[in-house]
């Protein structure tokens, strides 16, 4: 790689990261599902990075825009298990999406992608849930996290929909922008690529 697309892509991942950084602060719970879930758009840059530039260049967004995130706001617990929870879910939903669309190169192959992020982020964040992040979080905020019929029941009830509904709304806002942009992203994978 030449020193000339090496800062171009510098500069584009860091450019997606701030964006995806500012699309952090316009989130919005969801109705019937607890107020400390909310969804935004954050992950979307990382998508474009991811097939722009491959898997390492959007989990740098996510990585960035959370280390933005803790550093401005911090975390109520002291420890950024929030944003750490963040972090691995768009990852979750980034790398299947990235790695079947490389395979399959059409709109339907990003369609697949972005369903399997989706299943792959609700699925694996419900039991990263359960067994590292709720615990993590009443540890550090010193309160009893309840049974494990409480904790399961908020986890099917409230974090699995949420991540179902949260990937939907993604896929969707990145579908259209996909549209809009496929011209030029094919433009950019093939000039990447020979």
Known sequence: MNQRVRIKKMVTVGMLSGISYLLMWLSFPLPLLPPYLSVDFSDVPALLAAILFGPVAGITVEAIKNLLHYMVQGSMTGVPVGQLANF???????????????????????????AAGTISM??????????????????????????TSVVIKSIVYGILPFNIIKGLIVTLLFLLLYKKLSFWLDRQWNMKNV
């Open 88 to 114: 691995t879910a768009g990852v979750l939903f980034i790398l299947p999406t990235y790695y079947i669309f490389k395979k399959i190169r059409t709109t339907k192959g990003l369609g697949i992608g972005l």
């Open 122 to 147: 609700a699925v694996i964040m419900s039991i990263l849930n359960y067994y590292i992040f709720l615990p993590a979080f009443a540890f550090f905020l010193n309160i009893d996290s309840g049974s």
